[in-house]
């Protein structure tokens, strides 16, 4: 195997909602709760569908009204499964002691000494299929040590091997797990959880769940009332499966795929979310919480002139696009503005308006009343005549008299600018008195600012 991921006591998967979900199980009877027979005392493993011993030591099956090897009471202790109604279970390690002959005639010396001590049982069972070279995968299971016994070890893990073990001899297994429990598993209690993530090498076929020295196997004893010089562990819920990829925003779409990995979205739009349903994704949605055709950017248009409400200055009002979605301007309106030029006056020289220009200025306050979506560019042009700074500022000027006046009369500061032109701008020959005369003017032009 290529990577290698041990985890300790507690060790959890990370949660669904920053990983995609897990692929299937490919252990076929994960809970050993298909039996070819009625489990009735020791040694029974071989009556659990699709399961078997890899050695020749031999591990037993659990079941409930069987003799010694009941559920919840048995000659090991008591406990529930830790889900169905069924589980097994191995020793993973005896500590076998013998006579200590150096003891005669030397009372310093304990009374036996280490003897076999290799001692294992394994259980063993074919994946659904074979693992893909290169994939990373999840092996899992729950083990709790049994009451009865006197000594707990570390090491607790799962080898995938892509044969079938069938060891004559009863020793422990060499074999290097991919995924082991680093820390002595004591707790009688409660299940603990052996998990963990490698990469296959490809064609690993079978599990096969034992004490392995090879994850450098460490043993404490936990003697109570008498020896039994056993570490025993009940064992259920075995899983194996493919490794989720990362899910950030927690859609069921790996990041790797996620077009939007951060926010939760649809598989059909690569993991981006559309909040308004008009299948286009909110990110390149102009108006994400407004259903629209894609030719819009996903925007509305209500009221069907072809200019997308979010550009549409008049939404509710069909209008052209050379007013930004608003209607074209009233005939009366443009004849207004063609008034205006000639007809808003000012005293010689300065940018007093006269009284005579106030009854124009009124209906171009109208037309802006009655059109809210406009706004107003005033120009100020002079003729020829003076200096060339002194039209400037005055044209500057009249043009800000203008933009006062009609402020004054209610409409809205930020609906109105002001600019003068001087003399820059003429629209008649400056020679002639008629001339001057129409060059003298003030422009409205209805614009529309963002």
Known sequence: MKLKYPLFVGSVLLSSGGWAQNGPNLVQNPGFEETSEEVTTWDQLDRVNGWSNANAASADAFAKGARYVGIPDNDLGSSDPFEGDRYTGFVAFKDDQR???????????????????????????KLSAP??????????????????SDRAVSGIGGYCSPVMLATSSNSMLTERPQV????????KENWTKVSGTFTADGSESYLIIGAWP???????????????????????????????EPDEDGDGIPDKDDQCPQVAGLAELNGCPDSDGDGITDKMDACPELAGPAENQGCPDSDGDGI????????????????KGCPELKEETKKLFERALTGIQFETGKSVIKKNSYAILDEVVKVMQENPAYNLQVNGHTDSQGKDETNQKLSEERAASVEKYLEDKGIAADRIKSAGFGETQPIADNS???????????????????
Not at 180 to 187: M, N
Not at 214 to 228: F, I, L, P, W, Y
């Open 99 to 125: 006579p200590n002959l150096k003891r005669l005639g030397s009372g310093d010396q304990p009374s036996t000494k280490a003897a076999y001590n290799m001692y294992g049982e394994y259980l063993q069972t």
């Open 131 to 148: 693992l893909v070279a290169g994939q990373k995968y999840d092996i899992i299971f729950h083990v709790k040590l049994s009451a009865e």
């Open 180 to 187: 082991y429990e680093q820390q002595v598993i004591s707790d």
């Open 214 to 244: 090879s994850a450098g196997m460490e043993k404490e004893k936990a003697v109570q009332g008498g020896d039994s010089q056993r570490a025993y562990y009940y064992l259920d819920a075995v899983e194996v499966s493919l490794h989720p």
């Open 308 to 323: 997308a409400d979010n550009v549409d200055r008049c939404p509710t009002v069909h209008g052209v696009a050379a007013m």
């Open 432 to 450: 002639t008195s008629a001339g001057r005369a129409k060059n003298r003017r003030v422009e409205f032009k209805v614009e529309f600012w963002e």
